[in-house]
């Protein structure tokens, strides 16, 4: 038997290895004994877990922000829109109901002026013209001079 003892324990000893090596790989850290594999993967998993959602939150978070922020700018966009609107109208309504009428009522206080003023410059131009004879000749020769010139372009384009 001592024979047989000493042949199997070289066996024992690597048999004890193996399962002291087989209650640490799925060990649950009880009795003194690490923790094994999967009991440090499932832990490294609980904390991966955990940083995971402590990221989706702060990301929630910047979300949430991001869209106030783009709330805020749709409504500021929308108000500025308003506002040019209400502006629009308003200068509709001023060039409407005040300015066209302005611009109206001048051109007819021009026109009327000018149809008061006509008989008055007619009378003082035949005065100036009958107390200055040159310058009715002299008008009279402009004015047969620029027929001529008007006659000789007139045969000068015929002729082309």
């Known amino acids: 038997m001592a024979e047989v003892a000493r042949q199997v324990e070289p066996m024992r000893g690597l048999l004890q290895q193996l399962h002291e090596w087989q209650l640490c790989f799925y060990s649950n850290g009880d009795k003194n004994i690490p923790k094994g594999f999967f009991q440090r993967c499932r832990l490294d998993d609980d904390r991966r877990h955990e940083e995971i959602v402590g990221e989706i939150k702060v990301l929630n978070d910047h979300k ?3 869209d106030k922020f783009i709330t805020e700018l749709r409504l500021a966009r929308e108000f ?9 109208e308003r200068r509709r309504f001023y060039l409407l109901k005040v300015v066209v009428p302005i611009v109206l009522a001048l051109v007819s206080l021009t026109g009327l002026a000018i149809k008061q003023a006509v008989p008055v410059v007619h009378i003082i131009w035949e005065n100036y013209v009958r107390s200055h004879p040159t310058v009715s000749q002299e008008l009279k020769n402009i004015s047969s001079a620029d027929a001529e010139v008007a006659h ?9």
């Open 64 to 66: 949430e922000t991001v």
């Open 152 to 160: 000789n372009k007139s045969a000068l384009q015929a002729t082309q």
């Open 80 to 88: 500025r829109e308003k506002r040019e609107e209400e502006a629009k």
